[in-house]
């Protein structure tokens, strides 16, 4: 198990807890049950990477503990 940290540059910060072979889509699917929003209008990206909902947190080399912007 791993931990997320996502940023909505809005002042909230929400961690999640995944396993590595989780996909983005099932991250989102996370943020959005936490958060409230709903997971199609989610964007995950770190710098200007914007990660694909097919792949996986491990194929993107997210690790435990880090951050990425909603």
């Known amino acids: 198990m791993i931990e997320v940290i996502c940023n909505d540059r809005l002042g909230k910060k929400v961690r999640v807890k995944c ?7 099932d991250l989102k699917l996370l943020i959005a049950a936490q958060t409230g929003t709903k997971a199609e209008k989610i964007v995950l990206k770190k710098w200007y990477n914007i990660y694909k909902d097919h792949i996986t947190l491990e194929d993107y080399e997210i690790h435990d503990g880090m951050n990425l912007e909603m």
């Open 19 to 25: 396993n590595p072979d989780d996909t983005v889509r």
